[in-house]
């Protein structure tokens, strides 16, 4: 029997619901005629107003003939919701065709659903004794109805049109709370095998509150018309929804299970069964391989495409555009490429500024690299040529596909690498990237291929334009640089006619001791002041005789004695008398100022080393220190670039000359430096034979 109370609360609750839903259900059949869609809309608040009633019946006497109809009313009320819900999805064009009338997978799960519902509902009743007690499958078909109806509105209020959207909204709103408590009431009185008679009671409340919702939308929308708009993202979180929706069957029924077989232990292991379901579903919610697959398997059995090309697109742009200078526009393009493809890592290789190699430019969730991969080597040839998308795991199974294509060491040696995209400006290849093994099995086919290579294209447009803007400003610090020598000189020609008036006033004053120390103190501050210049101002031009040979050890010693003349000692070890090729005056500037930073970098009492020594056909030239070394981010982004230094002083200028000096002459410059321990700059040199002529030796055999 029912408390008092209880009833009480019952009688108004489902008074309430019924005298609303009649209300509605009246205003609806006033315009009856307008479309399909009104007139299911109108069933299935009827049956609302006819379950209520059966309801009410019951609180009022008690009789269980009243509850068993409501309880039969009920599955036929979510039948109604279900119908009015499908054909508010179909589309407005195919209504009067033949192809309306053809049942979608929805239609025949929710004819599915009210079928068991009807007959578990019908069998406890009737009380007929069954394998599954009818009342516990009754209780199962109610929660799953439930579900299925909060799938049925998200699908709708995420495919239709944004226009009618504001019309659509209260319905959702209303409709999908009432689907919500029952929700919560069916999975509650799974899990603790018995109905919630104070839930129960407030169950008319629960759905008279959403019925002023529907009728606002009633009358917003007149007729119902609207488009419907399907995207994958609705299908992938409809697809979601429903497998939550069976997962709490399931783990409601798994713990009816422990309860009723496990004895005294029944209710703490239902509760540890229920924390433990919990928390593997937030770990299913947040694994990003776990939505990867999910995003395949939607894209593979539900559309003839697998990509949404206008979010695709969107939100590879937007990635693109959230850039963080060049180091930061390479990780963007790297995570918008592996986005596409459901990769978790990746790496941007990018041109020298000298064209002549690719270096890594940036990486996501990879390792840093140090390789690099000149411009003529088969790799590079391949994609430039071809324009491909290498499929490493093709590849190795299938190397005739890639015809003349041999894979550099290092790439070989990339941990999980999958794809090799290239990144073209035009027609040159400025760029590429290699992505990491996908999160889930992918089939690379040509929908796949046809998408990276166009968005690479973008991305290698955006990369040229970044190249472009950087060399544009660049061009504008020298610009600078050179309006501040303009400045430099006006001093120069200052200091020029001060000392040219002095030697005029000189053979008048020679013999008077206070002219001498006059001139001595302008001479002094003269000398001065030009040291200051040049300090200032490095003179960058270019030599007009051709190289020549250069014997290293003899430019390793006048630095050793000018270093020594400045109170610091030089560590100097020459293994091999070697002649390289180049201007002897440029050699001397360049080692001397990779010395000069290391003694700078060092303190009183650390070492500083030249050492001297033949490497293949290259003159080694290391300059060691154990200073105060410089970080990755600074080697990587700013080392060698002009105007870049950590010297509070200094200009950035000396580094970049070397840089760009060494590199004309066909060598290479290396550094590798710990922060707090040291650096180490290795400086190769092509080597002069003493017929003139450099010694045959292409980049491929420079070391590395």
């Known amino acids: ?54 309801a009410l019946g019951f609180a009022f006497t008690g009789n269980l003939l009243f509850l068993a109809s409501a309880l039969l009313i009920d599955v036929f009320r979510f039948g109604g919701w279900y119908l009015f819900l499908l054909i508010l999805m179909r589309p407005e064009e195919s209504e009067d065709e033949s192809s309306a009338g053809r049942p979608t997978w929805l239609s025949k799960a929710a004819i599915l659903l009210v079928l068991v519902a009807f007959v578990a509902q019908l069998l406890t009743v ?70 919630d008679l104070d839930a129960f009671s407030i169950r008319g409340f629960a759905h008279a509150i959403g019925l002023p919702l529907i009728a606002l939308s009633a009358i917003r929308s007149s007729g119902w018309k609207r488009k419907l708009v399907l995207s994958k993202q609705v299908a992938m979180q409809s697809a979601t929804l429903v497998l939550v929706g069976v997962y709490l069957l399931f783990m409601a029924s798994a713990g009816y299970y422990v309860r009723f077989f496990g004895g005294e232990w029944g209710r703490a292991l239902q509760m540890a069964l229920l924390f433990s379901g919990l928390l593997f579903l937030a770990v299913l919610a947040f694994s990003g391989s776990m939505r990867a ?37 390479g990780k963007n393009v790297v995570r918008g490429l592996a986005n596409m493809v459901e990769s978790p890592g990746g790496a941007l290789w990018l041109k020298d500024p000298s064209g002549r190699f690719f270096a890594q430019a940036a990486f996501w969730n990879m390792p840093a690299s140090a390789a690099t991969e000149d411009d003529g080597s088969s790799l590079c040839k391949f994609l430039s040529e071809s324009g491909w998308v290498i499929n490493l795991e093709e590849y190795r199974s299938l190397p005739r596909r890639y015809d003349g294509l041999e894979l550099p060491a290092w790439l070989v040696e990339v941990p999980n690498a999958w794809l090799v995209v290239p990144l073209t400006t035009g027609s040159e290849l400025i760029a590429f990237v290699v992505l990491a093994t996908a999160r889930t099995k992918i089939d690379v086919n040509w929908e796949v291929n046809d998408l990276l290579k166009t968005a690479a294209r973008q991305a290698g447009a955006f990369l040229g334009q970044m190249q472009a803007s950087e060399a544009l400003l660049d061009v504008r610090k020298f610009d600078s640089f050179n309006r501040m020598s303009a400045f430099v000189v006006h001093d120069l020609k200052n200091i020029v006619a001060q000392l040219s ?170 550094v590798d430096s710990t922060v707090d321990v040291g650096t180490q700059v290795n400086l190769l040199l092509p080597l002069y034979e003493a017929g003139g002529t450099l010694e045959s030796a292409s980049l491929q055999e420079i070391p590395a």
């Open 1 to 54: 029997m029912i408390d008092s109370k209880v009833a009480m609360v019952s009688i108004w609750s489902y008074g309430l619901v019924s005298v609303l839903a009649a209300l509605v259900t009246l205003y609806l059949a006033s315009g009856w005629r307008v479309s399909g869609r009104s007139r299911a809309m109108c069933f299935a608040v009827g049956l609302t107003a006819l379950w209520g009633t059966a």
């Open 126 to 195: 009737l009380g007929v004794d069954f394998v599954v007690p009818p009342a516990r499958m009754a209780l199962f078909a109610s929660l799953a109805m439930s579900v299925f109806g909060m799938v049925l509105i998200e699908q709708l209020f995420r495919t239709v049109s944004p226009d009618f959207r504001w019309s659509i909204k209260p319905l959702c709103l209303g409709l999908g709370a009432a689907f919500l408590f029952d929700l919560y009431l069916y999975s509650d009185a799974l899990l603790f095998n018995k109905v």
């Open 293 to 329: 697959r999910m995003r395949v398997q939607v894209g593979k059995h539900f559309f003839s495409y697998r990509y949404d090309y206008r979010d695709e697109w969107l939100r590879f742009t937007q990635t693109l555009s959230s850039q963080g200078g060049f180091t930061g526009m």
């Open 501 to 670: 008036l002095m030697l005029k006033n000189a053979e008048r004053h020679r013999g008077n001791p206070e002219f001498q120390e006059d001139m001595l103190m302008t001479v002094e501050h003269s000398v001065e002041r030009m040291r200051q210049l040049m300090l200032q101002l490095r003179e960058g031009a270019t030599p007009l005789d051709g190289p020549r040979g250069i014997d290293l050890a003899d430019v390793i010693r006048r630095i050793q004695t000018a270093k020594s003349g400045q109170g610091r000692e030089v560590e100097v070890a020459i293994e091999d008398r070697l002649i390289a090729r180049g201007h002897e005056d440029r050699i001397e500037r360049v080692i001397g100022h990779l010395v000069q930073n290391a003694l700078d970098a060092t303190e009183k009492g650390g070492r500083v080393w030249v050492r001297v020594a033949r490497q293949a056909a290259y003159a080694l030239v290391e300059v060691g220190d154990t200073g105060h070394g410089m970080s990755p981010e600074f080697i990587r982004e700013r080392l060698f670039k002009p105007f870049q230094t950590t010297k509070p002083t200094g200009m950035g200028i000396g580094a970049y000359e070397s840089f760009q000096y060494v590199h004309e002459l066909g060598g290479r410059l290396s």
